[in-house]
């Protein structure tokens, strides 16, 4: 995957914001958490504190699309 159009985490002050830009990028990779903590430039850990904070749920099967 080349570089996704994904707004930086560190850029929006609202809660929501931070949330909605969480999620573009799980959907963007396909919610592939380690492709997601290399565009943010954090470890995988931290994202799933940030899915924990943000009350996002990762579903149980993504299906092949």
Do not use: M
Not at 17 to 30: G, I, P, T, V
Not at 48 to 58: F, P, T
């Amino acid at each position: 995957l080349g570089q996704k159009n994904v707004t930086s985490l560190a850029e929006p002050s609202e809660h929501s914001d931070r949330r909605r830009c969480l999620l573009l990028a799980l959907e963007a990779y396909r919610w592939n958490i380690t492709e997601v903590a290399r565009r943010f430039d954090v470890s995988r850990p931290t994202i799933y504190r940030w899915l924990q904070h943000h009350g996002i749920e990762q579903p149980r099967f993504l299906g092949k699309q």
